[in-house]
């Protein structure tokens, strides 16, 4: 059974098991048992690495909160936060539906690819924007160009999800708000995350597990070309 939080609650990021119970048993429900997936192929994640580990040089790495949430049947969106109480850093919509994330999840990788191009600048126009300025952005899961990403402003459904989080530090279920249509449900997956800046135009977000586990592998690549 899906957990169903009826207040906000603190997760310890160190009880492993809990969370791991908890991530499975959301992904079971948000993919219906009838689905058919295949694993991505190993070359795919290879590909994935090359073209975005090689271009992320380190220079500074920080902890940031990022949070998933969306109705099972409808897109997803992506917030990055400094911590859970406050104001967005970034939030995207993808072009997905949260199941079909949820199935890039099933087999313990999940590598999301933002990328976007900008024309060649003379002299006077070098400035560019910041990456969480972007307002598109081609996607790619696993290696597969799944449409594209949007940054968009918090809506007041946005303002209060995110208000029924603040005391969540980690953890995956389902909010107690109004259901979507056909009684869908609005699901979550928030983790730590390490946020490393290569540069003005690359940056990356790496999944925290739990002490001693190998657990999850989910990274998040922005790269401006």
């Known amino acids: 059974m899906v957990p169903i939080m009826d207040t906000p609650t603190s997760v310890d ?15 079971e429900c948000m993919v219906p048992a009838c689905c058919g997936f295949q694993a991505s192929t190993d070359s795919l994640a290879r ?5 975005y580990t090689s271009s992320l040089p380190s220079i500074t790495t920080t902890t940031v909160t990022g949070t998933f949430f969306g109705y099972r049947k409808g897109r997803v969106s992506f917030c990055l936060q400094d911590d859970t109480r406050s ?7 993808f072009a997905v539906p949260t199941a079909y994330l949820a199935k890039e999840m099933q087999h313990g990788l999940l590598r ?4 976007c191009c900008h024309p060649r600048q003379n002299d006077s126009q070098k400035e560019r924007c910041s990456l969480f300025e972007v ?4 996607m790619y899961c696993n290696g ?3 449409g594209f ?8 459904s946005d303002v209060a999800v995110l208000k029924l989080m603040q005391s969540v530090s980690v953890g995956a279920g389902v909010l107690p708000l109004a ?7 609005l699901m979550y997956l928030r983790a730590s995350f390490d946020r490393v800046v290569g540069s003005a135009d690359s940056e990356s977000f790496h999944m925290i597990n739990p002490v001693g586990s190998s657990g999850q592998e989910l990274s998040i690549f922005l790269l401006r070309s």
Request: proline content about 4%; some cysteine; glycine content about 6%.
């Open 179 to 185: 259901a979507g249509e056909a009684g869908d449900l």
């Open 144 to 146: 597969r160009k799944v």
């Open 13 to 27: 990021c160190g009880r492993e098991v809990r969370f791991r119970r908890s991530f499975r048993s959301l992904v």
């Open 135 to 138: 307002p598109v952005w081609s």
């Open 149 to 156: 990403a949007i940054r968009r402003k918090m809506s007041v």
């Open 112 to 115: 999301i690819a933002l990328e």
């Open 87 to 93: 104001s967005p850093l970034l939030l995207l919509e």
């Open 47 to 51: 590909d994935t690495d090359e073209r």
